[in-house]
């Protein structure tokens, strides 16, 4: 199947500060993604689906201002996420849309 | 609002035993059902998955999933697991294909051997 990696697998910050996580797919191109977080015992939440070339369409509820997401390419997508604070820890988790949805190995947050 | 209940938070089981996961949903509409795994340390990798045609759907790894519509229920099941099924089980409800993916809050079942 297809790969999916994310950099970095984890990070610590301190709250306030920036963070970028990366997700690349290693072995193909595709026009449509996703993020997703997962709170400890909890289901994967879509955050945002973005179709490279144009904005992200964020869910609800979710602060586009805060989650920064950009489609650089076909096989890179990064999300931002700004002024981090100990609520926004979490694991995220991207994915891509081709013929199937496949996923990264996820990044774990810990904002302190 | 679409949702994915998933009945079971954690399954432990012997070696051998048989397996059933529920799964529960709500929408309207005209929808696609999956069942993901993740191992230890792995992605998130497609078990199987339901579109239309026959109910019960076979997946990898001898899983099989029956999609009950008057129930909106889509339970997974395997005959006899194995020490290498332990891992975590998400059921998942979309619309449109594989876009927009809702999940369950997963089960984590751990087989002993």
């Known amino acids: ?12 910050c301190k709250s306030g500060t920036s963070v970028k996580i ?10 449509t993604m996703f993020w997703y977080r997962q709170f400890p015992k ?20 979710v602060e586009k201002d805060k989650f920064l997401i950009n489609h650089a390419s076909l096989t890179l997508s990064t999300l931002t996420v700004t002024s981090a604070h100990p609520e926004d820890s979490s694991f995220y988790i991207c994915s891509y849309s081709y013929n199937e949805q496949f ?10 | ?5 998933q009945h079971n938070h954690h399954v432990i089981l012997s070696e051998a035993a048989s397996l059933e996961l529920g799964c529960n949903y709500s929408y309207g509409g005209t929808v696609n059902l999956f069942w993901y795994v993740q191992y230890p340390g792995q992605h998130l990798q497609l078990l199987l998955k339901y579109f239309s045609g026959d109910p019960l759907v076979k997946g990898i790894k001898g899983f099989e999933a029956e999609f009950i519509k008057s129930k909106f229920s889509f339970n997974l099941r395997k005959p006899s697991v194995q020490w290498s099924d332990t891992a975590e089980y998400f059921c998942a409800v979309g619309s449109g294909g594989y876009n927009k993916l809702i999940f369950g809050a997963g089960t984590r079942l751990a087989v002993h051997p």
């Open chain 1, 103 to 112: 996923f990264g190995p996820g990044t774990r947050l810990t904002v302190l």
């Open chain 1, 1 to 12: 199947g297809a790969v999916v990696s994310q950099h970095p697998s984890w990070v610590i």
């Open chain 1, 22 to 31: 990366e997700c690349r797919s290693l072995d193909f191109q595709a026009t």
């Open chain 1, 42 to 61: 909890q289901s994967l939440m879509l955050m945002a689906t973005s179709n490279e070339g144009s904005k992200a369409t964020y869910e609800q509820g």
């Open chain 2, 1 to 5: 609002a679409q949702s994915v209940s």
